[in-house]
Antibody, heavy 117, light 107 residues
Framework: QVQLVESGGGVVQPGGSLKLSCAASGFTFSNHGIHWVRQAPGKGLEWVAFIRYDGTYTYYRDSVKGRFTISRDNSKNTLYLQMNNLRPEDTSVYYC??????????WGQGTLVTVSS | EIVMTQSPATLSGSPGERATLSCRASQSVSSNLAWYQQKPGQAPRLLIYGASTRATAFPARFSGSGSGTEFTLTISSLQSEDFAVYYCQQYNNWPRTFGQGTKVEIK
């Protein structure tokens, strides 16, 4: 069965960096685009970034452009999100989500990132 | 950016009642509309895609309709396990955008 397992969350000071990982199994990882979606505590869902199945295209929401970088290693079935210059408003649970045909057909359980001094 | 607006913010219903959730897009998204269900402490789950195709994990009491800018999620007879937050999302344009959610709670 499809599994997505996020890791790498934690507490970081404003201006700091963190790298999230998402380990995938149960499907052919190299055939599918993957998204990052986040959810601030008690709030709704917010799409963050997407990477095409082969890594050749990426898309970001405006508020993270230039600060976050999505990447993937298809040999390791792993997705990454490098987050630099973090802000308090980036505090969220970060989910990786497999792309169906535009929609997110499977989600991981999420990893919490807290940006606080 | 396409703005997705859901109504109502909260829907109070009793088991067995019909529930109707609405989602409106600020511009046409064709049928590129998905619905997700999220329960407390859990990740969202895909419920509907293509505006009206139900994901295999969900029973037939869930149905989706609409196209363009107006969409509806209907739960024909609320069951205890349906009390959750429901989000719509458009995947017609970048950036992908979600509605703010409708919480379905027990009356």
């Amino acid at each position: 069965q499809v599994q997505l397992v996020e890791s790498g969350g934690g507490v970081v000071q404003p201006g700091g960096s963190l790298k999230l990982s998402c380990a995938a199994s149960g499907f052919t990882f190299s055939n599918h685009g993957i998204h990052w979606v986040r959810q601030a505590p008690g709030k709704g869902l917010e799409w963050v970034a997407f990477i095409r199945y082969d890594g050749t295209y990426t898309y970001y929401r405006d508020s993270v452009k230039g600060r976050f970088t999505i990447s993937r290693d298809n040999s390791k079935n792993t997705l990454y999100l490098q987050m630099n210059n973090l802000r308090p408003e980036d505090t969220s649970v970060y989910y990786c989500a497999k792309e169906g045909r535009g929609y997110h057909d499977f989600w991981g359980q999420g990893t919490l990132v807290t940006v606080s001094s | 950016e396409i703005v997705m607006t859901q109504s109502p913010a909260t829907l109070s219903g009793s088991p067995g009642e019909r529930a109707t959730l609405s989602c409106r897009a600020s511009q046409s998204v064709s049928s590129n509309l998905a619905w997700y269900q999220q329960k407390p402490g859990q990740a969202p789950r895909l419920l509907i895609y293509g505006a009206s195709t139900r994901a295999t994990a969900f029973p037939a009491r869930f149905s989706g309709s609409g196209s363009g800018t107006e969409f509806t999620l209907t739960i024909s007879s609320l069951q205890s396990e349906d009390f959750a937050v429901y989000y719509c999302q458009q995947y017609n344009n970048w950036p992908r955008t979600f509605g703010q959610g409708t919480k379905v709670e027990i009356k």
